[in-house]
């Protein structure tokens, strides 16, 4: 006989696990509707090239599908492609910004992985697009502080960094190196900087570019004493008034815990300023929450008539919220129970007993209620089994419609 | 705390004396009897984890040690996610292709297609044979891979040599060198960027250790 498994990467979320990340979800988009986000729900399925527009998704890792007409498909690894398709295409982004927020799954695909890992993914997010700009910035950065505090999460740590910045300090490398100084950068491979056919002056450059991370006012002296030139200047600049802006308005736990990372780049061009990552410090190790950064020029590659808007945004890994909050006992630890039992005494008070059920129904909050069949023979089941399900109160229905309300003991 | 894993073998001595450089002392791994697999240095500031070299990478990849010591050829077998921050200059070796001395091939290019290597780094060796062009089935071993040649089971073998001793005592010699290595030390990326636990400023003392004892010997 068969035995029917999912596929590797699978996975079921049962009542408890979606309870859990309900509990998570609803908190979450509760922060993102009071800062004036509106859901936007896009399609699953999209086309590949839509997809990979963009330059920040590998094809290799969409998991694939044709369609009818054999045009290649891809279900989507992300929300940010799909939403400045629709946003572009849908929205008035010229009467001014759209904020959007998404809970959505997304699914990648391992290429040579043996391992198992899992392909789908859960993610809440915002985008806000035709904004730039400090306030813009300050906006999502205190909104992301706040999604988390809606959680409780203690203390996470802001890695930022700055893409245009990092982009302007390579600026000076001969172009065959300056891509590989980058990846060395992102990857975090100082043996390769050092071991780069580069002048003593470039060398040094490129390992204090290495070494420039710390606590912001560190860092951006350090970087005051760089000779910079207009453009690495002014985003300097922005990203100093973002900071002071930062401490000002959140609470001093979150800007503490802002480390500047300019190596904290990606190894192609897709964010044109700030970008961050949120990290949670548990037990068991260092783990990304959250992370995002502004994309000023990918509205455009989605427009018709390739019209540019600004655009920042970011993404909250549920998965990740999850397995840092579960220690915390924070999450509800099961499925919440039935507030009612109804059981009715005999078959022929089944009437009654769906009647009185609709009666317990009807209430402003919601009152959970099920009806099981009696078991004249041993009552004492039927209450063990509620009780072990954690419901406390029993509705006796009998046939011309009384009943007897039992409050179970635990 | 930082957790620090150090490679067993060849690499662990020279490692626990650059960490006692620094004021780190973990050389109760290297007593006869010992059999613990994870001690406290007796400043109580960092852990020593004892691991397979092989498993250096992975308890770094996944966060469980912040810092590692591993061979660069480990790392180029496996390609892990983790920051490369040094070279530590000690463990010097390389990997090399060997045939029996008393084979013609006198370069990779020499053995014919479809032979036979033997190897432990198996990926190393798929690459290389794979830029020369030149098909060869691969042949994985754990240990002792000199004796593919003499036994007849590969014409060819990839092995990591330091004095090349080991190849000339089994009448083999090396033909064509892959890469050098040496001991590097390596992060997991998240820790080494918050830089919590004085990690950095342990990388920090690491590093000038290393090249003051390298302008020393120069």
């Not at chain 1, 509760?30 to 509106?38: A, C, K, P």
């Not at chain 1, 400090?134 to 959680?151: C, G, K, P, T, Y």
């Not at chain 1, 954690?390 to 635990?410: H, M, N, Y």
């Not at chain 2, 370069?107 to 794979?130: Q, T, Y």
């Amino acid at each position: 006989m068969a035995v029917h498994r999912p596929p590797a990467g699978a996975r079921d979320l049962l009542p408890t696990d979606v309870a859990q990340k309900v509990w998570i979800e609803r908190r979450v988009r509760h922060v993102f509707e009071g800062w004036g986000y509106h859901r936007i729900i896009t399609a699953t399925l999209e086309r590949l090239d839509t997809l990979l527009a963009g330059g920040a998704v590998d094809g290799e890792t969409v998991m694939q599908v044709a369609d009818e007409e054999g045009d290649r498909l891809g279900l989507r690894p992300e929300l940010t492609a799909s939403i400045a398709r629709a946003a572009v295409t849908r929205l008035e982004l010229d009467s001014g910004p759209e904020r959007l927020f998404y809970n959505a799954n997304v699914f990648r695909r391992y290429v040579n992985s043996p391992h198992g890992q899992q392909h789908e993914f859960y993610q809440a997010g915002v985008e806000l697009l035709g904004a730039g700009g400090l306030l813009a910035d300050a906006e999502i950065l205190l909104l992301l502080a706040d999604s988390v505090r809606s959680l409780g999460l203690d203390r996470p740590w802001l890695l930022l960094g700055e893409a245009n910045l990092t982009r302007s300090l390579l600026d000076p490398f001969p172009p065959d190196l300056r891509s590989r100084v980058r990846r060395a950068l992102a990857n975090l491979d100082r043996v390769a900087l050092e071991a780069l056919d580069l002048s003593p002056a470039l060398r040094d450059r490129a390992l204090f570019a290495f070494d420039l991370r710390g606590r912001p006012q560190d860092v951006l002296s350090k970087l005051g004493s760089l000779d910079l030139d207009g453009k690495a200047k002014s985003a300097l600049d922005n990203l100093k008034s973002l900071i002071d802006l930062l401490e000002d308005c959140s609470d001093r736990d979150f800007a503490a815990q802002t480390i500047v990372d300019l190596s904290s780049i990606q190894t192609f061009d897709y964010y044109t300023g700030i970008v961050f990552k949120l990290v949670s410090a548990t037990e068991s190790g260092l783990e990304i929450i959250g992370r995002g950064g502004r994309y000023d020029n990918l509205l455009e590659l989605y427009h018709p008539q390739k019209k540019s808007y600004p655009g920042i945004g970011f993404v909250l890994d549920i998965e990740a919220l999850h397995q840092v909050l579960l220690p915390t006992g924070k999450l509800p630890p099961r499925q919440p129970p039935s507030h009612w039992l109804v059981v009715p005494k005999s078959d022929r008070a089944y009437t009654a007993a769906f009647a009185y059920a609709n009666k317990l129904r009807q209430s402003t909050h919601i009152v959970r209620v099920e009806l099981a069949d009696n078991d004249p023979e041993n009552g004492d089941r039927l209450r063990d089994t509620a009780r072990h399900r954690g419901i406390v109160q029993i509705a006796w229905v009998d046939t011309d419609g009384t009943v007897k309300i039992e409050r179970l003991r635990s | 705390m930082l957790t620090i894993a150090l490679p067993k073998g060849s690499l662990l001595e020279d490692s626990i004396q650059l960490l006692k450089d620094v004021g780190l002392d973990f050389s109760a791994f290297l007593e006869s009897g010992n059999r613990q697999l994870q001690i406290l240095d007796p400043t109580n500031t960092a852990k020593g984890l004892l691991v397979r070299a092989q498993d250096v990478p992975v308890y770094v990849e996944y966060g469980q040690a912040q810092i590692g010591i591993v061979g660069y050829d480990v790392l180029r077998e496996k390609s892990p996610n983790v920051a490369h921050l040094a070279d530590l200059k000690f463990g010097g070796c390389r990997l090399s292709v060997a045939v029996k001395d008393t084979s013609p091939y006198r370069r990779s290019l020499d053995i014919p297609p479809h032979s036979r290597v033997a190897s432990k780094s198996v990926r190393c060796a798929r690459e290389h044979f794979n830029a020369l062009d030149l098909p060869v089935e691969i042949v994985p071993l754990y240990g002792s891979v000199e004796l593919g040649p003499i036994t007849g089971m590969s014409e060819a073998i990839v092995d990591l040599v330091s004095t090349g001793r080991t190849l000339r005592e089994n009448g083999l010699i090396e033909i064509d060198v892959l890469f050098e290595s040496t001991a590097r030390l390596v992060a997991h990326p998240l820790s080494y960027r918050i830089g919590s636990d004085g990690i950095t400023q342990l990388v920090d003392r690491l590093r000038d250790r290393v090249s003051c004892f390298a302008s020393i010997q120069n």
